[in-house]
């Protein structure tokens, strides 16, 4: 079971947006997944909310509209369209890549952005890309490095190490976890993550912490 404290479970799908104008108002709290296509970001929002929300494909860039769960309470996920990926008419690509754009600069209620890239090939220039925005803009950043089932453990905990210690240099607000939507590895983090950024950090013991 996974232990949060936002159920994520309950999240449910709004709406699919070409452009910004259609999204949902901008109030509340939203946190985007991003990455390239087919980094696995739809799979990570299944694997979170426990649900076949969005859609995922083998053939990278089939999300191609900014997808809005409500997890209630003026709280959203969004599933953003996947960049970089080379084989997508010139004409549908400028179009999707346009409205993820838009959205990672005009929206206000983008609270933090959880940042997919494959284990085996992480740190491409447009993820470094949207990496130095996030920073830049003061947004946090939660980098899932996904697919970790296809590493044995010593390489992957070795992954892991390199790119904290290439993200570090940055001196942004960035975490960084080993992830796979196929064996829950790194769910818990992601969660945890979340909920800090939806309500705040986990107090244990209100009286301490007031002191
Ligand atoms: N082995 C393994 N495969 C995964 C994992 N997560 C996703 N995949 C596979 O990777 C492919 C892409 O996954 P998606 O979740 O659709 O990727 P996406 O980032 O949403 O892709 P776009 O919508 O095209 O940008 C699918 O074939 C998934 O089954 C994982 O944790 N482990
Ligand atoms: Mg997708």
């Known amino acids: 079971m996974l232990k949060s404290r936002v159920k994520y479970n309950q999240a449910q799908f709004i709406t699919s947006a070409p452009d910004i104008s259609k999204l949902p108002p901008d109030t509340g709290i939203e946190v985007a997944f991003a990455g ?17 929300l969005a859609r995922t494909s083998k053939t990278p860039g089939r999300t191609q509209l900014i997808n809005t769960f409500s997890l209630g309470e003026d709280q959203r996920l969004i599933d953003l369209p ?7 008419p010139l004409e549908m690509k400028k179009k999707w890549q ?45 980098a899932l490095l996904t697919k970790a089932d296809k590493l044995k453990q010593g390489k992957r905990k070795a992954e892991v190490l390199q790119v904290r210690r290439a993200l570090a ?10 992830f796979s939507s196929l064996k829950g590895i790194g769910l ?24």
């Open 82 to 88: 996947g960049y970089g990926f080379a084989k997508v």
């Open 169 to 178: 240099e940055l001196n942004g607000d960035i975490t960084v976890h080993a």
């Open 98 to 142: 346009k409205a993820l754009g838009e959205y990672l600069q005009r929206r206000k209620c983008l609270k933090g952005i959880v940042v997919l890239m494959d284990i085996r090939h992480p740190l491409k220039d447009l993820d470094m890309d949207l990496i130095n925005w996030a920073i830049s803009s003061n947004i946090p950043v939660l």
């Open 188 to 211: 818990n983090e992601l969660a945890w993550k979340l909920d800090e950024w939806y309500l705040g950090p986990f107090v244990k013991d209100k009286t301490e912490a007031t002191e």
């Open 36 to 52: 390239r296509s087919n980094a696995g970001k739809s799979s990570a929002l299944n694997t979170l909310t426990d649900q076949k």
